[in-house]
Structure formats: C-alpha cells, structure tokens
Nanobody
Framework: QSQLMESGGASVQAGGSLRLSCAAS???????MAWFRQPLGAEREGVAR??????????YYAYSVKGRFTISQDNVNNTLYLKMNSLQPEDTAMYYC????????????????????WGQGTQVTVSS
C-alpha cells in the first residue's frame, strides 16, 4: 500500500524559512513526486515537481516560487523535501505532497488530476 505523510508545516513571519518533508512508503520504481498547495477558498496548484532521469533529478517550479523554493528527494530514506525561503503571506496554504507514475511525471505544471497518491497535507501560515 502506497502512502505519503507530510510534516513541517508551521506559522512563520514574512521573510522566514521552512522545510516540509514527505515520507513515502510502498512505492516501486519510476514514480515522481510533487508539491501542491491550496490556499483557503482557492484551487490547488502544483508548485514544484521532481523526477529522476538518467541525467539526474529533473525539477519544475511554478513562477511564483522559483528562486525561493527548492524541491529535493532522499531516495535512501524515501523522503521528499520542500525548502521554502523568503516566505510571503501569499504562500499561506495547505501544502500536499503527491506521487504518480508514468507520463504524468513530465507534465508541467503538475496536473492535480494526474497524481494518484496524496498525503493529508500540512499547513503553512505566513504572517506579515
């Protein structure tokens, strides 16, 4: 059974940093992972995606987070990370990690309906 579990969400002041973690279990080879976020009352958006290719990890970032957020994965411990720097109030949202297999991994931005496995979410709140 494939499972994802996020942690690391917190309340911080603008300009601060957080690192989210997502522990993955029960996955085989060839899956990719992404971080989505959903502000209260808004749609869920894909903010970062990572998959491993023969030439190394391939990443995608939404324009709104590029240069501030870094997605990475520890394949030994099966953990996905999202390091978030220079946080702003507009980054306030529930953050979800998600995983999928196959061609959906190459779609940018990540498409919510193409990701099969989801964590329960972790709340990030940034105050001004």
């Amino acid at each position: 059974q494939s499972q994802l579990m996020e942690s690391g969400g917190a309340s911080v002041q603008a300009g601060g940093s957080l690192r989210l973690s997502c522990a993955a279990s029960g996955f085989g080879h060839g899956y990719c992972m992404a971080w989505f976020r959903q502000p209260l009352g808004a749609e869920r958006e894909g903010v970062a995606r990572i998959y491993r290719s023969t030439s190394g990890d391939q990443t995608y970032y939404a324009y709104s987070v590029k240069g501030r957020f870094t997605i990475s994965q520890d394949n030994v411990n099966n953990t996905l990370y999202l390091k978030m720097n220079s946080l702003q109030p507009e980054d306030t949202a529930m953050y979800y990690c998600a995983a999928t297999y196959g061609g959906a991994c190459y779609l940018d931005p990540p498409k919510e309906h193409k990701y099969t496995y989801w964590g329960q979410g972790t709340q990030v709140t940034v105050s001004s």
